[in-house]
């Protein structure tokens, strides 16, 4: 997941039949809800010996692997014979890589595997994958009047738009146009760019919402969103889905929550915007615009233009520190081009709100696929980030990675530490420790229900990463977090944990959710 959102690549994972299958359907699900590129193959049991109660068998006679996968992939398939292989795992690559994208999955027995290919055929899977920019050329001229016309259009940022971003970017300066983010598509606007109004939907900011309630705004472009309930402020129809807005999508599938929207516009975001941009007299490179350089010593220069809901607790210096005041001092430490992931749970809200990765471009022509901050928000399967960090690793060597995650997501998942121990990988897992399920915790506490069974055992992290092989650090406070040799950390070669332990009276910015939960 995470190498293929950064290379934009084809992902690779593979299991063991029966309990290593099942054990990754998680994370394929995952990709799938989020439209990752992936290729699953999952060995089977000899077919000779199906249906005879061959240990961990998952064929259609045994806990059926085919069938476990198959709402939660783009193709799935078993292979039964050695001349289907090649065919069939052509068919799987380009249904991974086509639109929308997503897992392929192919069972492979263990019979067929050791088997040459009888007929070996020559595929030109690089053509079929490089498939040509299409758009609706009327519908992109319906776009550039509706832009015209605009008298306050407001610019709205999905994650599907990260290879247009750039060209996004150029027409929101051009075009003095406000700009917001969905939480997936955070990553990819600069936190300090002076039209951009902060994050819309789940854990989100007052200003982003209050731009689209503006009675003024007559325009709403939506960029390579999905529009779940994250995303959507819960299916918010007084502030998005209304008739202001044009949804821009590459992705068919997107546009059936927008069926209100009074413009579609379908085709590959970049070439359309390409086009936007070639309509408008733009040169990209005159709007190639950049904040001075980081200075590690201070803040000065680095204007927001939207507000936290606690500027007290992001500036507190108080121990225990405060989840708060983590996520402000995260990206003053670490170097301005570091990739963030963000888990499941508090992390998700925590990071959100309050975690603004240094980027310094404001617009023009960049590289910026996956963004500086990731999330899996649509499945939101706790674990995610842990995972998907070290695929990040694995695609940027020289980037910085850090994972920011919670205690109940590392006892699932923590053991993957070993994995970047034995890859090399410099990833910094930064772990937020409450001794609790904090977002059931604080749900059940907002929502007036019954306090149960987010309750955790106090666990010393950092002697547990240690015992792995790794280094690890326990933090008490801020002064503890600034004290730490970040160079040093980015420059190890293999991982480092972080065990934070922070204030678990702190209540995250989760209101959209519990409201949605009393509502029903």
């Given at each position: ?5 950064n290379t934009g ?14 054990n990754m359907?998680?994370?394929?699900a995952?990709a799938?809800?989020?439209?990752v590129?992936?290729?699953?193959i ?16 998952s064929?259609?006679?045994?806990i059926n692997?085919v069938g ?14 050695a ?5 069939k ?5 380009m ?11 192919i ?13 070996p055929a020559?595929y030109?899977l ?26 306050k ?23 003095g146009?406000?700009?917001?983010v969905?939480?997936q ?21 007052s200003?982003a919402?209050?731009?689209l ?9 939506a960029?390579?969103?999905?529009f779940?309930?994250?995303s ?24 059936t929550?927008t069926?209100?929207a ?6 590959c975001?970049g070439t359309v915007?390409?086009r ?18 980081k ?5 000065v220069?680095?204007?927001r ?16 520190i ?5 996520m ?30 240094f ?8 590289e910026?696929?996956?963004g ?9 399967s706790?674990?995610w ?7 990040t690793?694995l695609a ?6 850090v ?10 998942s923590?053991?993957e ?16 420790n409450d ?8 749900g ?21 990463a240690?015992?792995?092989?790794a ?12 004290a730490?040799d ?7 070669v ?7 332990r ?6 995250p910015p ?11």
């Open positions: 997941d995470g190498y293929a959102r690549k084809l992902g690779v994972c593979c299991s063991t039949t029966g309990p290593g299958a099942t359907i998680t994370g394929v995952s799938y809800e989020n439209n590129p992936m290729l699953v999952t060995a089977q049991t000899a077919i000779s010996t199906f249906g005879k109660g061959a240990i961990q068998d064929s259609c006679t045994g692997t476990l996968y198959q709402h939660c992939t783009r193709y799935n398939t078993l292979i039964s014979h001349a289907q292989f090649e065919h795992l052509a068919t799987a690559i249904s991974a890589m086509g639109s929308p994208a997503g897992p392929a999955h069972s492979v027995p263990r019979d067929v595997m050791a088997k040459g290919s009888p007929n020559k030109q690089d053509k079929l994958l490089d498939r040509p920019a299409l758009l609706d050329s009327d519908a992109v001229d319906q776009l550039y009047q509706e832009l015209s016309n605009a008298q259009p407001v610019f709205i940022i999905g994650d599907e738009a990260c290879d247009a971003i750039g060209s996004i970017l150029s027409l929101v300066v051009a075009t146009a406000e700009l917001i969905t939480p598509g955070k990553g990819l606007v600069s936190p300090y760019h002076p039209q951009f109004k902060g994050v819309f939907g789940f854990a989100g900011h200003a919402r209050e731009v309630l503006d009675s003024s705004v007559d325009l709403v472009v960029i390579g969103a999905r779940g309930e994250f959507s402020n819960a299916w918010d129809t007084e502030t998005l889905l209304n008739g202001k807005l044009v949804h821009v999508e590459s992705t068919e599938a997107n546009l929550r069926p209100m009074r413009l579609h516009v379908r085709g975001i915007f390409d936007i941009i070639e309509k408008f007299g733009i040169d990209d490179a005159h709007y190639i615009r950049a904040v001075k350089a200075n590690d010593d201070s803040e220069g680095f204007e233009h939207f507000k936290f809901d606690d500027e007290k607790g992001y500036l507190s210096d108080a121990t225990p405060k989840p708060q005041r983590l402000r001092d995260l990206p003053k430490l670490f170097p301005g081009h570091t990739r963030f992931l963000v888990d499941t749970g508090n992390s998700l809200a925590w990071g959100t709100h309050y975690l603004h990765p980027d310094r471009r404001f617009s023009g022509k960049r910026q696929r996956g500086l901050f990731s999330a899996s928000v649509d499945f939101a706790m674990g980030a842990i995972g998907s960090a070290i695929g690793a940027c060597r020289t980037t910085p990675v994972c920011i995650t919670g205690d109940g997501s590392w006892l699932m923590g053991q530490l070993t994995v970047a121990i034995e890859e090399k990988l410099s990833v910094v897992f930064v772990i937020l001794s609790a399920y904090g977002m059931v915790k604080h059940q506490t907002l929502t007036g229900a019954e306090p149960t069974a987010s309750q955790l055992a106090k666990v010393d992290f950092c002697a547990v240690k015992a792995m092989g280094e690890a650090f326990i933090v008490n406070s801020p002064a503890e977090l600034n730490l970040i160079k040093s950390i980015c420059k190890k293999g991982p480092t944990l972080l065990d934070v922070i204030d678990a009276n702190e209540k989760i209101g959209l959710r519990t409201n949605v939960l009393q509502s029903g």
